[in-house]
């Protein structure tokens, strides 16, 4: 069974200009998140799909951060302008059944981003 | 207080050791519980889940005690390639899968 897949796997860009990631989740698995990992940090949720449906999108920075997941597969997150702030791994994670306590997320390995 | 705290870490243990890690949580409605474990420049991968009063797994066990909002992770016999970051899960309603900070674990020959 295929893994969650991204890329780039790195990125470096300078401060303002804009990136994207893009995440395709294991078949089958209807739920998306995307999180924040900064070094020495846990990860954090920026945003979480349900099929094509935002579920939770709380902590994702609205003003410079975007995603999507159009057609309730493959999604991108985009950063623009991107600050200094935002250099992490952007980490993709799907699993199975939706909901807080049940199902294990399974991660893609990452894209790392380094903004100069 | 922070939705879910780790012991900062990190723990350097001699091979054949055992070691345990604490995390607490502040939502008293979560009902089941993970531990992840990190390895260097990698992604999280699932350790171990716990819905009961705890879980074993050969040389890892993980216990839960409600009253007190704490999960712990017991690791016997330590490996060298138990080497890694150890991150406590705990599902919030709105939030989801919410990551704690993690715990590095360096096991040394």
């Known amino acids: 069974e295929a893994g969650v897949a991204q890329s780039p796997r790195y990125k470096i860009i300078e401060k303002r200009q804009s990136v994207a990631f893009w995440c395709n989740p294991i078949?089958?698995?209807?739920?998306l998140y995307w999180y924040q990992q900064i070094l020495g940090q846990g990860p954090k949720l920026l945003i979480q799909?349900?099929?094509?449906?935002?579920?939770?999108d709380s902590q994702l920075p609205k003003d410079r951060f975007s995603a999507e997941r159009l057609k309730g597969v493959d999604s991108t997150l985009k950063i623009q302008p991107a600050k200094l702030e935002d250099s992490a791994v952007y980490l993709c994670a799907s699993s199975y059944r939706a909901g807080g306590d049940t199902g294990e997320l399974f991660f893609g390995e990452g894209s790392r981003l380094t903004v100069l | 207080r922070k939705e879910v705290e780790q012991d900062p870490g990190p723990f350097n243990v001699p091979e054949g050791a055992t070691v345990a890690f604490n995390c607490t949580y502040s939502?008293?409605?979560?009902?089941?519980f993970f531990w992840y474990r990190q390895d260097c420049r990698k992604e999280p991968k699932l350790l171990m889940s716990v819905y009961s009063s705890g879980n074993e797994d050969g040389r890892f066990t993980a216990q839960l005690n409600r009253a007190s909002q704490y999960i712990s992770l017991l690791i016997r016999d330590s490996k060298l390639s138990d080497s890694a970051t150890y991150l406590c899960?705990?599902?919030?309603?709105?939030?989801?899968?919410?990551f704690g900070p993690g715990t590095r674990l360096s096991v040394l020959p």
């Open positions: 078949s089958g698995h209807a739920t």
């Open positions: 899960v705990v599902p919030y309603y709105g939030q989801n899968f919410v």
């Open positions: 939502n008293s409605a979560s009902q089941s």
């Open positions: 799909f349900q099929n094509n449906g935002v579920v939770d």
